[in-house]
């Protein structure tokens, strides 16, 4: 008889605690791009680098009209809610952003007005209705002079990341044109920026104590 009991206890039990497989938050669109985890603090004196991608199968931001309507979203929403677009990037599926903020709180409210903004443009440009980015954007905030001067050159420069290079000039899909901190300040055409200005120490003096940025140099064989 006890025989039996244990093998009935030892069947049709289901471990209901700890972490389960599968559990949680699903990720939007078919992968996650970013990690759901609560994102940490700001302080006021740290820009931060934000990354925003495309769903997938949707034409290219680079082209004609979809970049002014990208662009003009930016312009429109780049200073709001103690959020403040400084330089940015648009490649074809994803954009690069460098901004500033009062806090977390910011990030969050200035972000989502300019993704709703860009969304709008971009679905009445190509007659559709949906999703248009394929997750919640990445945030990583710049601490050091040094971070700071990476993510400037890596942001201004991300179309030689992806095989292409301007030999007369910078990306025009970039804030480039209004972007001071050129090495060869004489191939840059300065014209006054329709964003917002850097206000941070980091971003106006802190990354030049490292140099200024090279433009048009090849990726192969220069170095910054």
């Known amino acids: 008889m006890s025989t039996r009991r244990e093998q009935q206890q030892a069947f049709g039990f289901t471990n ?7 559990a949680g938050r ?12 609560k994102r940490a603090p700001l302080k006021r ?6 990354t925003v991608k495309l769903e997938r199968g949707l034409p290219s931001l680079r082209g004609a009209q979809a970049f002014r309507a990208v662009r003009r979203a930016l312009v429109r929403g780049c200073e709001r ?4 677009l400084v330089h940015w990037s648009i490649q074809s599926n994803h954009a690069h952003l460098i901004v500033e903020v009062e806090d977390k709180s910011a990030l969050t409210r200035g972000m ?14 190509w007659r559709r209705s949906g999703r248009v980015f394929a997750d919640r954007f990445h945030a990583h905030v710049l601490k ?8 400037l050159r890596y942001v201004l420069r991300n179309v030689e990341k992806h095989g292409l290079r301007f ?6 899909c970039t804030s480039g044109d209004s972007f001071d901190g050129w090495k060869n300040a004489r191939a840059s055409a300065q014209s006054s920026s329709a964003f917002g200005r850097a206000q941070t120490w980091l971003l106006t003096k802190g990354w030049r104590r490292l140099g200024l940025i090279p433009l048009n140099l090849s990726p192969r064989t220069a170095k910054p």
Do not use: M
């Not at 989502?112 to 440009?125: P, T």
């Open 26 to 37: 699903k990720p939007q669109g078919e992968q996650a791009c970013v990690s759901h985890k």
């Open 167 to 172: 030999v007369d000039g910078f990306d025009p």
């Open 112 to 125: 989502k007005g300019l993704c709703v903004r860009i969304a709008q443009g971009l679905n009445a440009l």
């Open 16 to 22: 209901w605690g700890g972490k389960r497989r599968g």
């Open 144 to 151: 050091t002079p040094t971070e700071v001067r990476n993510a």
């Open 81 to 84: 809610f103690g959020f403040r």
């Open 45 to 50: 004196y740290e820009p931060v680098h934000v």
